[in-house]
């Protein structure tokens, strides 16, 4: 029933529909049905409100749009009666839970080699035919016996998962067991604030992650939802979902496939595999089965394939598998069956929390057992036991790495980086080998002219260019070349259109999309000169013919013929071509010169075409007009490297990190992009074709991995394999890609870089990191950025780890020798606040070190504290501890055990930690260097506020009150600045020292090996 409820304003009216309620292939129906009139501008229908709004043309009226409105959904419940009920429709689909469960209970379908099968032997397998289809009776069989065409949904992280990932560290675990121990042995206030930190860490890690998982749900695309197939000999528009196996699929240039399916009529169809393949040049598709028996997936050129484009002419096929049993569907099962990798950082962290646990278990028992030898009572001591257990956990540790990631992911957004985990940062700088996926990646995924051939001279096309001899060429003071492209505009099916913004819109094939490109570089205005020579006829591709023609019109009663197509097959026709703006014979001689440069821009991986002309006399009638034609020249054509790879390459290799390209492309293919990017690191390029690699045990595969630069003609499942073997091997793996294809091995790598713009919503959902303008030299950006992230936390840990050990130092020499507790357990949580978190953090935003793209990666089986560093660390905690209780003892001698020498030892230890914030800036430089390192001004800050939050804490009278701290006097002061300051003199007059001796011991071990 259609309701008017708003048509007072003339020329827009606002209708209720009930049948379009939560029907979005509905909605879709009627906005296509009415916008197909002239005199209606709008059409919007809102599926959740059941209203459409239409604005028409004032000699429309209201009555009429009920009336179209009308039929449309007449004409759409018709068509939906053939294959299947609006009301059956809506149990399988309105819900992704039953659409998944529709999924999970489809039979399984029938698994053949299709490409090796005659099309009719197919037709008849699944009892359709070419010119009717399926019978309406057999396609809802088929419908429900197999399920729906979907592709389960990607998984995505949850805001409950991202909360949850937030406490899994073992550092927080660590928190979370101080604070419960707390609480029940009648800390709360401990509690609560160790409580605090940890919520504070969730906080951040939540907010950074969730912020960048919805600006990669913001890229989603949206594909096609309806296709046209043949049922019942009529050519009727389906939602793609209800294809089924048997369907005819009519494909049409510029629609997606639908389903996989074996083409039985192909007229010029030409169709994009990029996203599925890794192919760059669209496939030209016929009917014919391909020889040999195990044929690669992009070799089967009878054959359309899911989620692929068509890019030029049209065709029938007959669909052979849907859904999860598609090609696409495989390689969806592969990226749920990969597992993501632990990254080195989170694996790290927690071996520091082992070490933690550890060392804080030991010491506790310790001075637990001392304590109860001397005679203290148990609840005293098992309080105490729990305050050095708080010492031993550092409270600002997993805040200083999630909030250092966090800045890390802020600092990559404005790069355009979106980083989906905290983790990812850090992981990139970590890596080793980077698997480079070459379509869409490296290369742009479209073609374009980059090379041209007339009259003996070679020209370059770059970047809108043209080049010759080095200088510039302005195509109108070339004769040959301005031809050649006049020629090439009008031997072109590809359909311009000049955009609002002054951009142009460009829809026809890649190849001649190439080259209408090249004429606007040229300044050639080609729908003007389409209009100046009329089309009269063209005269397409075919099977055994590789030459287009098109015969125009022209003012003076001739017929002017464009030609272009294979360069041997042209040259045969030609009579005559042009040297010097002169138009001579062209000999046996001239032909061989045009094939010996033909194969030479052949040899460099071009797609080349021949390029010919002709003028005929209308007069002379006759249909045969490709002959005696005058050779123009030769066109090459590839998928351009895009700018900066080729430098970003010689970046990664100075940064130590190997590159290694995987391609669904020919060998001479990637041979060609490899050398031009100069990929290995070695003089000598290393090639392994899939052919040799299905031969491989995953042992050999392994052993090879890292001598091999270039992966070609790999399947999806060989890209996963390539991850693990290099992961196998040893190595930090980091995967770029952008189709659907490269999804299962950027899930496996620890990280996996997607493009934002070109890529597909697959390798989005799965990837680490989305380059958001699909600029792959904002990598290397990422890598140092990682790699200053490491180097930063790892100071803040030595600092950390540093200071928690004086602070264990000071409780157990005192707890051993009988000077009570110097510090308790309140004291001791305020401590690791006031010099953990702030000064720890500032540590990490150290700017990055001028050399830090200029060192290897670190080996990822390298701890965050390395044996050599826990001498030193012990030293710097036993300078600050020394000069502690040496306070700690004056304050005794002069007030005896009491909270004024437990404030002088409080005030003592938390000022020489503030203090050794400075000594931890660098491993080498101390404040005596000549050379001295760049201001950190956040350092200064922490450092100042921290001391002025320990000045408020003695002089307010609560905060005193809950600390159990004393006001000091002057002597006091003094007493405390001395024991604070005398620990960084001598931390930082012993680096010096410390660095000799870690050289000595490092070429020590040289020698040895």
């Not at 450092?943 to 000045?951: E, T």
């Amino acid at each position: 029933m259609i309701q008017a409820i708003h048509n007072t304003v003339k020329g827009r009216a606002r209708y209720k529909v009930k049948e379009l309620c939560r029907s979005q292939s509905l909605k879709e129906y009627i906005e296509r049905s009415l916008t197909s009139y002239s005199e209606i501008n709008y059409v919007s229908a809102n599926p959740l409100t059941s209203n459409i709004l239409v604005t028409y043309e004032q000699e429309f009226n209201a009555d009429k749009i009920a009336s179209l409105i009308e039929k449309s959904i007449s004409e759409y419940q018709t068509r939906g009666d053939i294959f299947i009920s609006e009301k059956s429709a809506k149990k399988l689909s309105t819900t992704k839970k039953e659409s998944k469960k529709n999924i999970a209970n489809a039979q399984e379908q029938r698994v053949e080699n299709w490409h090796l099968m005659e099309a009719d032997t197919v037709l008849n397998i699944f009892n359709t035919s070419s010119t009717t289809g399926l019978t309406n009776q057999a396609a809802a069989e088929n419908l429900n016996k197999y399920g729906l065409n979907v592709l389960s949904e990607t998984e995505t992280r949850s805001d409950l998962s991202i909360i949850i990932d937030q406490f899994k560290s073992l550092p927080v675990a660590l928190l979370g067991v101080a604070a419960g121990v707390s609480a029940v042995t009648g800390g709360l206030i401990d509690a609560l604030v160790i409580l605090g930190v940890v919520g504070l860490n969730a906080a951040i890690g939540y907010t950074t992650e969730s912020q960048s998982e919805r600006i990669i749900h913001s890229l989603k695309s949206h594909q096609e939802t309806s296709t046209w197939i043949i049922r019942d000999g009529k050519q009727i528009e389906i939602p793609t979902e209800n294809v089924v196996i048997g369907d005819i699929l009519v494909l049409k240039t510029g629609g997606y496939v639908a389903a996989d399916a074996r083409i039985i009529q192909a007229e010029n169809l030409s169709i994009d595999e990029s996203a599925l393949t890794g192919e760059s040049i669209p496939v030209t598709k016929s009917t014919v089965c391909p020889t040999g028996e195990d044929v690669p997936l992009g070799d089967r050129t009878n054959m359309a394939y899911k989620g692929t484009f068509v890019t030029g002419g049209q065709g029938l096929a007959v669909v052979v598998a849907t859904g999860k049993f598609t090609e696409m569907g495989k390689i969806q099962q592969l990226v749920g069956e990969a597992t993501a990798s632990e990254t080195p950082l989170s694996r790290q962290l927690d071996e520091v929390g082992s070490q933690l646990v550890t060392i804080g278990m030991g010491l506790c028992g310790l001075v637990f057992g001392m304590g109860v030898l001397r005679g203290y009572g148990l609840l005293e001591m098992l309080k105490s036991s729990i305050s050095l257990a708080v010492a031993a956990v550092p409270e600002g540790l997993p805040t200083i790495a999630t909030t250092t990631l966090a800045l890390g992911i802020q600092d990559m957004r404005r790069h355009n980086v979106l980083v989906r985990s905290l983790s990812a940062v850090e992981a990139l700088g970590s890596v080793q080998t980077i698997c480079l996926d070459k379509t869409g990646t490296i290369t742009e995924n479209r073609m374009s002219v980059v090379e041209v051939h007339t009259d003996s001279q070679h020209i370059t096309v770059s970047d809108g260019k043209f080049i010759a001899n080095g200088k510039d060429l302005n195509p109108y003071t070339c004769d040959e070349l301005l031809k050649l492209i006049h020629v090439s505009v009008l031997c072109n099916e590809s359909l311009i259109n000049l955009e609002q913004n002054g951009e142009f819109s460009i829809k026809g094939s890649a190849t001649e999309n190439a080259l209408i490109h090249m004429a606007i570089s040229a300044g050639v205005d080609v729908n003007q000169l389409r209009q100046k020579y009329s089309l009269q006829q063209t005269n397409l591709r075919s099977e055994n013919r590789n030459i287009m023609s098109t015969v125009h019109g022209t003012h003076d009663n001739y017929k002017f013929i464009a030609v272009k197509g294979s360069p041997a097959e042209v040259a045969q026709i030609c009579k005559y071509w042009m040297q010097d703006g002169e138009v001579v014979p062209l000999t046996e001689e001239d032909r061989q010169a045009l094939e010996i440069e033909n194969d030479r821009m052949a040899g460099k991986a071009l797609r080349v075409l021949g390029v010919a002309y002709t003028h005929i006399d209308d007069a002379k009638g006759g249909n045969n007009y490709e002959q005696d034609l005058t050779w123009l020249g030769l066109v090459g054509m590839a998928d351009p490297v895009r700018k900066g790879v080729k430098q970003l390459m010689a970046e990664f290799h100075t940064a130590g990190i190997d590159t290694v390209m995987i391609t669904g492309d020919q060998t001479p293919t990637a041979y060609a992009i490899a050398k031009e990017l100069e990929l290995s690191r070695k003089e000598q390029l290393e090639i392994l074709d899939s052919t040799n690699f299905n031969n491989l045990t995953p042992e050999a595969l392994t052993a090879l991995s890292d001598k091999v630069d270039v992966f070609a003609r790999i399947s999806p499942s060989n890209k996963l394999q390539i991850v693990q073997a290099l992961q196998a091997a040893g190595k930090v793996v980091a995967m770029t890609g952008d189709g659907i294809n490269d999804a299962p091995a950027l899930k496996a790598a620890q990280v996996g870089v997607a493009m934002g713009k070109g890529g597909t919503d697959v390798a989005r959902e799965v990837a680490d990191i989305v380059l958001e303008d699909d600029r792959l030299e904002t990598m290397i950006v990422a890598v140092s950025r990682g790699r200053t992230i490491y180097n930063n936390i790892r100071k803040s840990v030595h600092f950390l780890l540093a200071t928690n050990m004086s602070e264990i130092m000071v409780m157990t020499a005192s707890t051993a020798v009988g000077l009570g507790e110097p510090l308790n357990a309140i004291q001791l949580l305020w401590l690791n606040l006031v010099t953990d978190i702030f000064p720890g953090l500032s540590l990490a935003l150290e700017a990055p070190e001028p050399d830090v793209l200029s060192q290897p990666p670190r080996n990822p089986d390298e701890p965050i504290v390395k044996n050599s560093d826990f001498g030193r660390i012990a030293f710097e905690a036993g300078t600050i501890s020394a000069t502690t209780l040496a306070a700690y003892g004056y304050g005794i001698l002069k007030y005896g055990i009491s909270p004024q020498a437990s404030t002088i030892a409080f005030m003592s230890l938390t000022s020489a930690q503030l203090l050794h914030t400075l000594s931890c800036r660098s491993e080498h430089h101390s404040i005596f260097s000549k050379e001295k390192l760049p201001n950190n001004s956040y350092l200064n800050a922490a450092i100042l506020g921290s001391f002025a939050i320990q000045l408020m804490a003695i002089a307010i009278p609560p905060l005193r009150s809950l600390l159990k701290i004393t006001p000091i006097d002057i002597v006091d002061g003094a007493v405390i600045g001395g024991s604070a300051l005398l620990p960084l003199l001598v931390n930082e007059s012993t680096k010096n020292i410390n660095l000799k001796n870690n050289l000595g011991q490092k070429s020590l071990s040289s020698e040895e090996s």
